[in-house]
Nanobody, 126 residues
Framework: QVQLVESGGGLVPAGGSLRLSCAAS????????MGWFRQAPGKEREFVAA????????DYTDSVKGRFTITRDNAQNTVLLQMNSLNPEDTAVYYC???????????????????WGQGTQVTVSS
């Protein structure tokens, strides 16, 4: 069955970096766009970044542009999120998600994704 397992979260001081990893299994990974979302306490889950299945083009929410980079390794069935210049507002649980429907472009809304990982906590101290 489809599984998405995130790792790499932790506690980091403001200005620091983390790299999140999402290991995918149970489906044809290179045929699906993938996304990262995050959810802070008391807030709705929000889009962070997504990567196209076909040409690795990417999309980012404005608040992370220039600081975060999403990449994928189809040989390892993995999608990565490199996060630099972290600030306390980035504190959240980060989720990896599979775009619903094979061969579709990345999207920004949670309803456009059909499988989710369990999440990994990122905490940025001030």
């Amino acid at each position: 069955q489809v599984q998405l397992v995130e790792s790499g979260g932790g506690l980091v001081p403001a200005g620091g970096s983390l790299r999140l990893s999402c290991a995918a299994s149970g489906f044809t990974f290179d045929a699906y766009s993938m996304g990262w979302f995050r959810q802070a306490p008391g807030k709705e889950r929000e889009f962070v970044a997504a990567i196209n299945w076909r040409d690795d083009t990417s999309d980012y929410t404005d608040s992370v542009k220039g600081r975060f980079t999403i990449t994928r390794d189809n040989a390892q069935n993995t999608v990565l999120l490199q996060m630099n210049s972290l600030n306390p507002e980035d504190t959240a649980v980060y989720y990896c998600a599979r775009r619903a429907y094979i061969g579709t472009l990345p999207a920004r809304h949670t309803t456009e994704y059909d499988y989710w990982g369990q999440g990994t906590q990122v905490t940025v101290s001030s």
